[in-house]
T-cell receptor, first 114, second 114 residues
Framework: GAGVSQSPSNKVTEKGKDVELRCDPISGHTALYWYRQSLGQGLEFLIY????????KSGLPSDRFSAERTGGSVSTLTIQRTQQEDSAVYLC????????????FGPGTRLTVL | GNSVTQMEGPVTLSEEAFLTINCTYT??????LFWYVQYPGEGLQLLLKATKADDKGSNKGFEATYRKETTSFHLEKGSVQVSDSAVYFCALSELIQGAQKLVFGQGTRLTINP
């Protein structure tokens, strides 16, 4: 079946605007993860979902970041009032469960904040 | 907290050369260890993994052994090919609220010349 998909693949926005990034996990995968890949910070964990629930939001960089997941499937990462330091590649991964399962990554969304 | 340190790149080798990319980790307990690879223009893919001490992960001619005594998980390949050119990430899994958060090293860019 299809892998993890993310949209858009590229997003250029102006500082101060809000953006929404979408992730479609592999069908049937209950766990979904968001990571960020940036030049200064490398690959860092942001948040994960088990079903529609996000038990730990401490990885989100600031309160401008939020995420939700509906129907145990699609997830949206929203960044409000974007800043230049938000520029990065945002990666989504899914797995069949939580502990002990391989995470499968999507191609990422490259966000550029001007 | 847990962390992963891998050798800085870039690494440039000739085809058929022997490859070693060093990776060491700091962790409480005994995490699972992973090598992920990112080919140009593609998403992160799991290359190999090991879940306990002395386990050897292998795939596509690459190998890595989980060494608890040296807290290491070095990646090796006996004869590299041009198609192995990519960025390689060492990672460990950290349990958070029952889920596996991946903690990544900084990545090592490998270029193989014909």
């Amino acid at each position: 079946g299809a892998g993890v998909s993310q949209s858009p693949s590229n997003k250029v926005t102006e500082k101060g605007k809000d953006v929404e990034l979408r992730c479609d996990p592999i069908s049937g995968h209950t766990a979904l993860y968001w990571y960020r890949q940036s030049l200064g910070q490398g690959l860092e964990f942001l948040i994960y979902f088990q079903g529609n629930s996000a038990p730990d939001k401490s990885g989100l960089p600031s309160d401008r970041f939020s995420a939700e997941r509906t129907g145990g499937s699609v997830s949206t990462l929203t960044i409000q009032r974007t800043q230049q330091e938000d520029s990065a590649v945002y990666l989504c991964a899914s797995s069949p469960g939580t502990s002990g399962y391989t995470q499968y990554f999507g191609p990422g969304t490259r966000l550029t904040v001007l | 907290g847990n962390s992963v340190t891998q050798m800085e790149g870039p690494v440039t080798l000739s085809e058929e050369a022997f490859l070693t990319i060093n990776c060491t980790y700091t962790a409480t307990g005994y995490p699972s260890l992973f090598w992920y690879v990112q080919y140009p223009g593609e998403g992160l893919q799991l290359l190999l993994k090991a879940t306990k001490a002395d386990d050897k992960g292998s795939n596509k001619g690459f190998e890595a052994t989980y060494r608890k005594e040296t807290t290491s998980f070095h990646l090796e390949k006996g004869s590299v090919q041009v198609s192995d050119s990519a960025v390689y990430f060492c990672a460990l899994s950290e349990l958070i609220q029952g889920a596996q958060k991946l903690v990544f090293g900084q990545g090592t860019r490998l270029t193989i010349n014909p």
